[in-house]
């Protein structure tokens, strides 16, 4: 029998995949969208049901009871209230306004290394490798300072840009959000739950492309590539900054060998963009496979993948451009319905996880 339990199971287990397709199982995570204290009171006043129980918990198992007497009612039940409720969501965000304050930010850079955590950066950099306490205390001038607000920054920008890319789809008819938050699941695209990630094409994974095509590593090709064009740079400086000083100088030079240089590295990249375009699979269990041990999940997840062609460094900026987001997701949302279950679906496998994995997941690319 699969009751409350069974399905309380499956999610914990992060074992998703069932959910996708089991109406009782959509109307368990459904349910579970509205177990917040003020939801909750709103449903049963508007709906006139009587719940005996008084906690939260306990009103979940007793909600979901009552809806299983008739699922396909209960599911449309749920689905007009969440409707209406994040209409009224909807309607307290001010996204021109918000957008607005996206744009102020000008430059993206944590100022570290963020693969960890903040602090697991700051204990690595400094508490751990700093005896003088008076040497600590001036890096705060010099570094930790500086560091810490390109933290603050960023993850404030990730933030709010995320808000306003939810909301375009949470505007969509076919989109059922999960009003208040749950984990690995952030609306539902005609019944399909997903999690939503907004990313760039991995730099990782372009070197791993350029590997497998037989092209050398961007920035020995670009040291080279220098040297033949008598361009100096700071060899002591970090790769990052390597490259950067290599390009603007190029950029600067622009001369014919240069210039040829710069559309040979854009081109490489641009064929490994176009075959992830049309395969969409390729990059999809590429990102499941190289996820964040810390984050891991096996859920339903729907990729924004923007790319900016002129600068991939740039795509960033992405994020806010509503006047490129908004017609692609629309779009995307609109044609939904010709998606096959069997051409989302992909198997994939983690280090140190001992079975393989099952998940429905697509790719939307915004590519500038």
Same mark, same amino acid.
């Not at 709010?160 to 505007?171: A, D, L, P, Y």
């Given at each position: 029998?699969?009751?409350?339990?069974?399905?309380?199971?499956?999610?914990?287990?992060?074992?998703?995949?069932?959910?996708?397709?089991?109406?009782?199982?959509?109307?368990?995570?459904?349910?579970?969208?509205?177990?917040?204290?003020?939801?909750?009171?709103?449903?049963?006043?508007?709906?006139?049901?009587?719940?005996?129980?008084?906690?939260?918990?306990?009103?979940?198992?007793?909600?979901?009871?009552?809806?299983?007497?008739?699922?396909?009612?209960?599911?449309?039940?749920?689905?007009?209230?969440?409707?209406?409720?994040?209409?009224?969501?909807?309607?307290? $965000?001010?996204? +021109?306004? !918000?957008?607005? &304050?996206?744009? =102020?930010? #000008?430059?993206? %850079?944590? /100022?570290?290394?963020?693969?960890?955590?903040?602090?697991?950066?700051?204990?690595?950099?400094?508490?751990?490798?700093?005896?003088?306490?008076?040497?600590?205390?001036?890096?705060?001038?010099?570094?930790?300072?500086?560091?810490?607000?390109?933290?603050?920054?960023?993850?404030?920008?990730?933030?709010?840009?995320?808000?306003?890319?939810?909301?375009?789809?949470?505007?969509?008819?076919?989109?059922?959000?999960?009003?208040?938050?749950?984990?690995?699941?952030?609306?539902?695209?005609?019944?399909?739950?997903?999690? $939503?990630?907004? +990313?760039? !094409?991995?730099? &990782?994974?372009? =070197?791993? #492309?350029?590997? %497998?095509? /037989?092209?050398?590593?961007?920035?020995?090709?670009?040291?080279?590539?220098?040297?033949?064009?008598?361009?100096?740079?700071?060899?002591?400086?970090?790769?990052?900054?390597?490259?950067?000083?290599?390009?603007?100088?190029?950029?600067?030079?622009?001369?014919?060998?240069?210039?040829?240089?710069?559309?040979?590295?854009?081109?490489?990249?641009?064929?490994?963009?176009?075959?992830?375009?049309?395969?969409?699979?390729?990059?999809?269990?590429?990102?499941?496979?190289?996820?964040?041990?810390?984050?891991?999940?096996?859920?339903?997840?729907?990729? !924004?993948?923007?790319?900016?062609?002129?600068?991939?460094?740039?795509?960033?900026?992405?994020?806010?451009?509503?006047?490129?987001?908004?017609?692609?997701?629309?779009?995307?949302?609109?044609?939904?319905?010709?998606?096959?279950?069997?051409?989302?679906?992909?198997t994939f496998e983690f280090k140190g996880k001992p079975h393989p994995f099952t998940a429905l997941t697509d790719i939307i690319f915004v590519v500038k």
């Open positions: 029998m699969k009751d409350f339990n069974y399905w309380k199971k499956l999610y914990e287990s992060e074992k998703l995949e069932e959910f996708s397709n089991d109406k009782t199982g959509l109307l368990w995570l459904k349910t579970k969208s509205i177990i917040r204290k003020e939801l909750i009171s709103e449903f049963i006043k508007v709906n006139e049901i009587t719940l005996y129980e008084t906690a939260l918990a306990k009103q979940f198992i007793e909600l979901f009871d009552l809806f299983c007497k008739d699922i396909s009612k209960s599911n449309k039940l749920l689905n007009e209230f969440i409707k209406t409720e994040n209409q009224k969501q909807v309607q307290t $965000l001010d996204t +021109t306004q !918000l957008v607005s &304050e996206l744009y =102020k930010l #000008k430059n993206f %850079e944590w /100022g570290g290394d963020y693969q960890n955590s903040l602090d697991k950066y700051l204990v690595s950099r400094y508490v751990k490798v700093h005896k003088s306490f008076d040497t600590l205390i001036s890096k705060f001038e010099t570094e930790i300072n500086i560091a810490v607000q390109g933290y603050v920054l960023n993850s404030w920008y990730n933030h709010w840009s995320s808000i306003v890319i939810e909301h375009i789809f949470k505007s969509h008819p076919k989109v059922l959000p999960t009003v208040g938050q749950i984990k690995s699941v952030d609306f539902f695209i005609n019944d399909v739950p997903f999690d $939503l990630k907004v +990313t760039y !094409l991995p730099a &990782e994974y372009i =070197k791993d #492309k350029r590997k %497998e095509k /037989g092209f050398s590593v961007e920035l020995t090709f670009l040291k080279k590539k220098a040297d033949e064009a008598q361009i100096s740079f700071d060899k002591t400086a970090k790769p990052s900054d390597i490259f950067y000083e290599i390009i603007e100088k190029m950029k600067d030079k622009n001369d014919e060998f240069c210039l040829d240089v710069l559309t040979t590295l854009k081109s490489e990249k641009l064929e490994i963009l176009k075959e992830v375009q049309n395969n969409p699979k390729i990059l999809a269990t590429w990102l499941y496979e190289n996820q964040g041990e810390m984050r891991f999940g096996s859920e339903n997840r729907l990729f !924004l993948v923007l790319v900016d062609t002129d600068d991939f460094n740039n795509s960033w900026k992405l994020k806010r451009n509503l006047d490129l987001l908004r017609p692609t997701i629309l779009s995307y949302l609109d044609n939904f319905q010709n998606k096959k279950t069997d051409d989302l679906k992909v």
